[in-house]
């Protein structure tokens, strides 16, 4: 059974810094995809950024330039390096996982963790 936890959110100003990290168990091999994603009050959980393994990883437009994700080596940790942070990226983010490639699509990952928050004051 995969299980994912998140940590590392909290409270930022505006061009502020965080870093998010998940922790996976239950997961191995390569053929795997890992993701970011966050929600919004109101608003449909979004993909930030995913990788697939330690291939190229894929971004949103609003977050290009501004964050990275990364994995370790071993596949089983995954980061989300947060930098110039702004309002809109306020919100709960979410580690997911899924076997095989990448999707954009919130509904195409089976494991979730619980969620960290993220909020940017101006």
């Known amino acids: 059974q995969v299980h994912l936890v998140e940590s590392g959110g909290g409270s930022v100003q505006v061009g502020g810094s965080l870093r998010l990290s998940c922790a996976a168990s239950?997961?191995?091999?390569?053929?795997?995809?890992m993701a970011w994603f966050r929600q919004a009050p109101g608003k449909e959980r979004e993909a930030v950024a995913r990788?697939?393994?330690?291939?190229?990883?894929i971004y949103a437009d609003s977050v290009k330039g501004r964050f990275t994700i990364s994995r370790d080596n071993g596949g089983n940790m995954v980061y989300l390096q947060m930098n110039s942070l702004k309002p809109e990226d306020t919100g709960m983010y979410y580690c997911?996982?899924?076997?095989?490639?990448?999707?954009?699509?919130?509904?195409?990952?089976?494991?979730w963790g619980q969620g960290t928050q993220v909020t940017v004051s101006s």
């Open positions: 990788v697939y393994f330690n291939y190229d990883a």
């Open positions: 239950g997961i191995s091999g390569k053929d795997n995809c």
């Open positions: 997911a996982y899924r076997g095989g490639y990448c999707r954009s699509n919130f509904m195409d990952y089976a494991y």
